[in-house]
């Protein structure tokens, strides 16, 4: 069993008037087999979190720690975090113009494994991953996210997940941009990696249409930074039927 525990995370991003502090203060204990789902209104530090967590330079840890295992995940470097179990698919993926995905997949594999997949086993658990996710045995030539659908780049992000096999999975909005298929199909991929029952997710979201497909353990409501309050799927619920105008000053209109 793995533990991923962040303890008074404050963190910061430099804008053109100087630091901005963003997280004031977030603490949070993810064990294997989880769900958290992460909420809040926009600008609540939610999408924070999932890059502070990954090693994104461009934000600034200024007080706090974060450890797997006992591990200080903040002293590693992006690809220590990755190596350690730290997955992370984006809310915008990136394009990678002359890399193939099927070449993108076995290079992270080995790095991440530090050996070579064997080549039988590994093309066939490729194809495997692709049929469930309902993606054309063509993608696997396409270069990484290029021309590719809103669909299609969140179904290579859960891809990369089923493949890589990390011990804790963030997902930054990952029900973004999805129309009703796309989504339950990505939905099913999340479910077939928690059905294990060795990763724990952690699942930002905005909405709670995803929550439809995949039932969380904790639900934690960000504003402004921090956990405004927590609790279990009915919290979701509640969320759904209320919105977060309770936790914003009087008078904020949420986006």
Do not use: C
Not at 27 to 34: H, K, M, P, R, Y
Not at 102 to 114: E, M, Q, V
Not at 176 to 193: C, P
């Amino acid at each position: 069993m793995a533990t991923l525990e962040i303890r008074d995370l404050h963190v910061s991003v430099e804008t053109k008037e100087g630091p901005k502090p963003i997280l004031r203060g977030v603490d949070l204990t993810v064990g294997s087999g989880e769900t958290h789902a992460i909420m809040g209104p926009n600008g609540s530090g939610k999408s924070t979190l999932a890059y502070s967590l990954a090693g994104h330079p461009k934000y600034e840890v200024t007080a706090g720690t974060v450890t797997l295992d006992g591990a200080d995940v903040l002293a590693m470097s992006v690809d220590e975090r990755a190596k350690a179990g730290l997955f992370l698919a984006m809310q915008y993926p990136v394009e990678v113009p002359g890399v193939s995905v099927t070449n993108f997949l076995r290079t992270a594999k080995t790095a991440i494994d530090g050996q070579a997949p064997a080549l039988r086993t590994w093309t066939k658990d490729v194809k495997a991953a692709m049929e469930l996710l309902r993606m054309d045995p063509e993608f696997a030539t396409r270069n990484v996210n290029e021309g590719f659908s809103g669909g299609e780049k969140k179904r290579h992000e859960i891809l990369q997940l089923e493949l890589l096999k990390p011990k804790f999975a963030i997902l930054d909005e990952t029900d973004s941009g999805l129309d009703v298929d796309a989504l339950r199909i990505v939905s099913e991929g999340v479910n077939r990696v928690r059905s294990g029952g060795e990763v724990g997710v952690l699942l930002i979201t905005h909405y709670t249409r995803i929550l439809r497909y995949i039932t969380p353990d904790f639900v934690h409501v960000f504003v402004d930074g921090k956990v405004a309050e927590q609790g279990g799927p009915e919290l979701a619920e509640r969320l759904e039927s209320e919105g977060y105008d309770r936790f914003l000053p009087t008078g904020t209109v949420t986006a």
